[in-house]
């Protein structure tokens, strides 16, 4: 979908001469890009999980109260996958920091449960600057604790199947034709 069709959820679309959903008749995938048609699937699922919960907002330069909550939504997913035997690694509070964030290098899932950021200030130059998600700053470290959309579409997710980001102000911005 381009555009504003990329709000819609092709879920809802409904038929009324038949009486029944779209989804119903037909198979919908979501294209992000021409290439995803090109990709082949991988018969080996990758049964690695790296799930973030409730950083700790301390030592970064935006205020931002805790997430207790994301903290359990986070223990919960550990749970789920755990129990399915993934290899699971689940980071809280001083250990879910950008740094390690930034060491991923193709996990089969990635959960990220904290505080989303968006300036939607024109005058910046770069929009890939303007957001980005909140997480916590090691002392000794040269991140910030804020992992602007720019480094985050730097990460090594090539392979990931799956990235949620359960955070506020997510898909926010200005809608584009041509955007993709």
Not at 122 to 139: F, Q
């Amino acid at each position: 979908p381009d555009g504003i069709f990329h709000k819609i959820n092709p879920a809802i679309l409904f038929d009324s001469d038949r009486g029944s959903f779209v989804i119903d008749r037909y198979d919908i995938n979501h294209l992000t890009s021409a290439r995803d048609i090109l990709r082949k699937e991988s018969a080996d699922l990758n049964r690695s999980a790296r799930i973030f919960g409730n950083p700790d907002f301390k030592n970064v330069s935006l205020t931002a109260p805790q997430l207790p909550g994301a903290e359990r939504e986070a223990e919960d997913i550990y749970e789920i996958l755990n129990r399915r035997r993934w290899d699971t690694e689940v980071y809280f509070f001083d250990k879910a920091t950008e740094s390690r964030v930034k060491e991923l290098d193709n996990p089969g899932i990635v959960h990220i449960a904290t505080h989303g950021y968006f300036n939607d200030d024109p005058e910046l130059a770069n929009p890939l600057y303007s957001s980005g998600l909140i997480l916590s700053k090691n002392e000794h470290s040269i991140n910030d604790g804020l992992l602007s959309s720019y480094e985050a579409m730097n990460l090594i997710l090539d392979r990931t199947k799956l990235v949620v980001l359960a955070a506020c102000e997510t898909g926010l911005g200005k809608i584009e034709n041509g955007e993709g």
